[in-house]
């Protein structure tokens, strides 16, 4: 069906990054219907996905969960390219672009 005649806008993915950390797996950042969503599909093959929002930052885009966590956990694509997981204290790690 036409996205027009849905009401429905079609998904535009922002970025795919790979995460290689401990319980790591794919990141996508998306939007979707004027909303944007960071997914996670972990190595053990659960996923979950939630609503984000997209702030100014001197990073780069910045993005975090519409319900932010206690420690302030937030997403920056670091030259558009790399995924800098981070919170309130800094730098967590750098997930790998995907494509």
Sequence with gaps: MDPAL??????????KWLDEGIGGGMIRIYRENGKRYIEFNYKDGSSSKDEAVERPSRLGRRFEAK???DSGDYFAIEKGVNLQLRDREGLIRTANKIG
Excluded: A, K, N
């Design 67 to 69: 319900e932010r966590s």
């Design 6 to 15: 849905s009401g429905s806008e079609p998904q535009t993915v922002i970025g």
